[in-house]
């Protein structure tokens, strides 16, 4: 059974980090394109960033370049979330998922995780 595990929330003051884990199980996580969303109360679920399966390219959004850094750990089947700089807009539920090609829309993906909670508050 193909499985995401999303690990690494919490509670973090304004500017400080957090590093949210990805963890899969049932399936080789390094042959598919993985994506991390975040969904805010009351607003859509949005692409945050992605690498692809191939040569390691990454994308971010506008509001995270500079801030966040994805990257992959075939070894250990994870990808993981590096976000610096944090910001109450950065608050909300995160999710990973795995597809098949590069995109922002929750379409694009078919495996998701069950989410971990960011909160950005002083």
């Known amino acids: 059974q193909l499985q995401l595990v999303e690990s690494g929330g919490g509670l973090v003051q304004p500017g400080g980090s957090l590093r949210l884990s990805c963890a899969a199980s049932?399936?080789?996580?390094?042959?598919?394109?993985v994506a991390w969303f975040r969904q805010a109360p009351g607003k859509e679920r949005e692409g945050v960033s992605c690498i692809d399966n191939t040569v390691g390219n990454t994308y971010y959004r506008d509001s995270v370049k500079g801030r966040f850094t994805i990257s992959r750990d075939n070894a250990k089947n994870t990808v993981y979330l590096q976000m610096n700089s944090l910001d109450p807009e950065d608050a909300g539920i995160y999710y990973c998922?795995?597809?098949?090609?590069?995109?922002?829309?929750?379409?694009?993906?078919?495996?998701w995780g069950q989410g971990t909670q960011v909160t950005v508050a002083s």
């Open positions: 049932g399936f080789t996580l390094d042959y598919y394109v």
């Open positions: 998922a795995a597809g098949r090609i590069i995109g922002w829309s929750v379409d694009d993906y078919d495996s």
